[in-house]
């Protein structure tokens, strides 16, 4: 893989430790085909947009042959396509999905780049009143896939290699969801190829929210069971967020009560948050950082940045000839403020502003760019600070965890 490095403002940190990006180390599928082996097993990815989570799917590897797939959410303008309906298009529509599982059941995982031809996966046969196969987003399933893959094995089969490449030190965040919520939402930091003050920003699921006060004795074990995975990781190298995959180990018996075992808690999830966070890239630099990034694919890009069970940011941007173009907002939303409705608030409107400066400085500069959102004040023009909300302090790092994560993902 070739990268592209450009060193940041302050001190180089040691280069072994300052991988923004995963190595060859990792598997990884692009259109010309698979390099290296997935680990066996099930994975699980999403495809959020506009504030929803759009596509859960779930699908196992074996050899890099994708089996068992299935959604666990698919959704989309109000409607849950997992439901039952009668209406003829919403049906269609749900058969289409179906047979783009059909389609990829049996096949090595380059076959998900077929799904950019969506007419010829699904077939005419599928075609109800307007519903086309050439019509269904096809993408929005191979960006949840690549998703899953990022995240690496969600359940391992018969064993596994805890593949983490280096990563460089500072603070990061990632996000597990599933079922159309966000469940995971985890705050960290790496210091020398280690996991330092882990804590969770979210914890949620089926309705309880993990983090709030709770009286009744099952939910505090898992509180204390989620507590103690931060715990045992701490001081820990990367690669051991692997071993949540054996729970029963890390959060030991003296946490079970009721039912609510070390064996049975999700730890799984915490694992596929920390891993969404590392391939993020550092959320907060220390006092230097390298830029480092592979080259991408001339295309359309969309990710996402979530925290504390929202959706906050949702990006499209163009990559083209290693340039960054057309940064555009799909949702931009923050303690119950859309920012993308009309307002009347002058520091509402000013934050707006910031963001769109943001993506006006962008377009048009080289894709290691996105590291100077981590120096807000020097990127967002200062005609923009309004009381308080000024340039140095809007969060330009979400919207550089958002694109990541489009990066992570490829073209759309």
């Known amino acids: 893989m070739r990268l592209r490095v450009v060193l940041a403002i302050g001190a180089v940190v040691v280069a072994a430790v300052l991988m923004a990006c995963p190595t060859v180390d990792r598997a990884r599928v692009t259109e010309e085909g698979v390099e290296g082996i997935f680990n ?3 994975y699980r990815g999403t495809y959020e947009d506009r504030g929803d989570q759009q596509v859960s799917i779930q699908f196992h590897l074996k050899d ?18 997992r439901d039952d309906h009668d209406h003829e298009q919403i049906v269609a529509i749900q058969r289409q999905h179906d047979r783009v599982l059909e389609y990829l059941e049996g096949k090595s995982l380059e076959a998900i780049y077929d799904l950019y031809d969506a007419g010829r996966v699904i ?43 280096a990563y460089q030190d500072g603070r990061y965040r990632g996000i597990f969801g599933d079922r159309g919520d966000q469940q995971v939402s ?139 173009r057309n940064v555009t907002y799909r949702h931009l939303y923050h303690a119950g403020i859309d920012y993308r409705d009309d307002h009347t608030d002058e520091r509402i409107i000013a934050i707006v502003a910031q963001h769109e400066s943001i993506a006006n400085y962008l377009d048009g500069r ?4 996105i590291y100077d959102l981590h120096f807000p004040g020097e990127v967002i023009d200062p005609a923009h600070d309004v009381d308080g909300a000024t340039g140095a302090t809007v969060r330009a790092n979400k919207v550089f965890s958002a694109i990541m994560d489009g990066l992570n993902r490829g073209v759309y």
């Open 40 to 42: 066996d097993g099930r």
């Open 64 to 81: 890099n042959v994708l089996t068992d797939l299935s959604y666990r959410h698919l959704y989309h303008a109000g409607i849950d396509y």
């Open 123 to 165: 077939g005419d046969e599928y075609d109800v009143d307007g519903a086309t196969g050439a019509t269904v987003r096809t993408n929005k399933i191979l960006s949840a896939i690549k998703d899953g893959l990022n995240r690496d094995i969600y359940a391992p089969a018969n064993g596994y290699e805890a593949r983490v490449p």
């Open 186 to 324: 985890i705050q960290f930091h790496v210091e020398d190829g280690e996991y330092r003050n882990l804590s969770y920003r979210h914890l949620y699921h089926a309705g309880i929210n993990y983090r709030d006060d709770h009286d009744h004795e099952q939910i505090v074990a898992i509180q204390r069971q989620h507590e103690a995975i931060l715990s045992y990781l701490d001081g820990r190298p990367l690669s051991a967020a692997f071993d949540l995959h054996d729970p029963g180990m890390v959060i030991g018996t003296d946490h079970d009560v009721d039912g609510a075992t070390g064996a049975t808690v999700r730890s799984n999830k915490v694992k596929s948050a920390i891993m969404n966070g590392l391939t993020r890239g550092i959320y907060v630099p220390p006092n230097g950082f390298e830029r480092i990034l592979p080259e991408y694919t001339d295309g359309r890009y969309r990710g996402i940045y979530g925290d504390r069970g929202d959706q906050q940011v949702s990006v499209q941007f163009f990559v083209e000839d290693g340039e960054i």
């Open 366 to 369: 080289p894709v290691e760019a």
